[in-house]
């Protein structure tokens, strides 16, 4: 074991060692109010030792007091008085999802208004409860009369990451309350997407998966299907991910292979896919895991342009670090953190178990990829999991290779259609989405079935700190290994 092996792999990743301070410095901000003046004098004196000196000690200080000014930058002062009746402006941001016979659907407050007249800017967002009758769209502003009430009942937890997430708390819409609504204003990618999947005519189930794998509009999910694919392990097809992109990814540099024959043609054919990349990214409506994906695959192009080499945990940091400088308050989203934690096993530990497993059938090696990148993605988020949810799923070890293959099947269709909606094809599509979907759904049912698929366990934090530390400490053992040297003889 060489520590000096350790300290040439991270001189290759800049961007670890820079997302790591600022990680602590968001950290730190949130349970402890900095002054201005403190960030900024010492993020100047730092910034300057540093370039003077040469110190990283003073380039890791830096980049704390920049995370630490992200993260108090990005919490306005505005809040909205709670449990107060106010006039207010607010924009539907997602489909609105029937639940309990009402719409459940997150809105953002853009303005209300006090007793005295006045208007005030707002920037937070609402969990809205609406009448069915209501029919409310996505994208839809509406002025409406109401009470936002703060998150009551429920876990601890569940409070805190709705926090996290910017929401002030819910807020109950009724047809007298009402009182002027306007339709959502020029073209919104993430409508299109998703209205473009209805016109294929797939049955209930078969259009609520597609509409949520590939276009991110969760709203047609029923309770029960989403907690059978809770149960069954593959709730992480639900959300559109790395899968996802890396399908577009794929499909648009199939399609364009023809460009590399023309002058410059490598050029114009990465550029076309990362605009195809970020596209797809709008309609999906940015979600998260959605835009970390996006960021990791433009890199990945930029890299195929320039023939350099990439590597993907430098791009993975650099784009939660992106995302963070964006909304600090990602670090503490479950949805974050557990996109963050799956890609990061596989990328560390997935991608070198996969190598040794590999042999001489290629058809072996594809079973033997995805059976060990999805154990490794289960064993790292299963922490995770267990701590948020209490429950530990055992049946996604089995089912998982095969559910991603068909949910590959799902989004390559899906993405197709919606690329090229012609109607003649419309057949065509609409069988082999209805086949895919429903055997997936069915053989995801089997799994929840499954006496033992499911195991309730509950950690404490501090458990889960201490398997996480655990896993870093085996990953920089690993790391301080010196690699095998090999020697080819000539023949």
């Known amino acids: 074991m060489k520590l000096h092996c350790l300290y040439e792999r991270l001189e290759g990743l800049p961007m670890l060692r820079a997302l790591v301070p600022v990680v602590a410095g968001i950290l730190v901000a949130m349970h402890v109010v900095l002054p201005g003046w403190f960030l900024a004098g010492g993020f100047l004196f730092c910034g300057a030792a540093a370039l003077l000196w040469r110190s990283s000690l003073h380039a890791a200080a830096m980049l704390f007091l920049f995370g630490a000014g992200v993260a108090e930058w990005r919490n306005p002062g505005r809040r ?8 207010c402006e607010m924009q539907v941001e997602e489909f609105p999802a029937a639940r309990n016979g009402y719409l459940s659907v997150s809105a953002r407050m853009r303005s209300w208004r006090d007793g005295e007249g006045g208007w005030h800017p707002a920037d ?18 509406l002025r409406c009369r109401g009470v936002v009430r703060p998150f009551r009942g429920g876990a601890e937890s569940y409070r805190r990451l709705m926090a996290c997430r910017g929401y002030a708390g819910t807020m109950w819409l009724g047809g007298r309350s009402l009182l002027e609504r306007f339709p959502p204003a020029g073209l919104s990618l993430h409508r299109a997407a998703a209205e473009r999947l209805r016109r294929l005519g797939l049955g209930t189930g078969a259009e609520a998966l597609c509409r949520a794998m590939a276009a991110g509009d969760r709203s047609g999910l029923t309770p029960a299907m989403r907690d059978r694919y809770a149960r069954s392990g593959t709730s992480h097809l639900l959300a559109v991910s790395g899968l996802h992109v890396g399908i577009v990814f794929a499909v648009v540099n199939l399609l364009l292979g023809w460009l590399p024959l023309l002058r410059r043609g490598h050029i114009v054919r990465c550029l076309l896919a990362a605009a195809c990349i970020w596209l797809y990214a709008a309609a999906t409506g940015f979600a998260p895991s ?28 650099a784009a939660a670090l992106l995302m963070l400088v964006w909304n600090p308050g990602l670090l503490l989203d479950i949805s974050f953190q557990l996109s963050y934690t799956a890609v990061a096993a596989i990328v560390v530990w997935g991608v070198p178990l996969c190598r040794r497993l590999h042999g001489r059938f290629r058809a072996v090696n594809l079973l033997a990829d995805g059976v060990a990148v999805s154990l ?14 209490g429950l530990l799923s055992l049946s996604g070890l089995v089912v998982n290779p095969a559910a991603v293959l068909l949910g590959g099947v799902v ?12 109607g003649a094809l419309q057949p065509l599509f609409a069988a082999l989405l209805d086949a895919a979907a429903g055997v997936l759904d069915g053989l ?14 509950s950690l404490s934090g501090g458990a889960t700190a ?3 530390a655990a896993m870093v400490a085996a990953t920089l053992w690993g790391a301080c290994r010196e690699p095998k040297k ?6």
């Open 444 to 457: 995801v049912a089997a799994a929840a079935a499954w006496r033992w698929g499911a195991v309730e366990v």
């Open 124 to 141: 937070a967002r609402v969990m809205l409860r609406a009448d069915t009758a209501l029919r409310l769209q996505a994208g839809e502003r």
């Open 376 to 389: 490794v993605a289960t064993v790292a988020t299963a922490p995770l999991v267990a701590h948020t949810f």
């Open 466 to 468: 201490a398997i996480y």
């Open 486 to 491: 090999t020697l080819t003889l000539p023949r």
């Open 411 to 422: 989004v390559t269709g899906s993405v197709v259609w919606m690329l090229l909606p012609f």
């Open 290 to 317: 959605t835009v970390r994906a996006a960021v990791m695959f433009t890199m990945l192009q930029a890299s195929l342009a320039s023939a350099s080499g990439y590597a993907s945990l430098n791009a993975l940091c």
């Open 80 to 87: 909205l008085p709670l449990g107060e009746p106010l006039l």
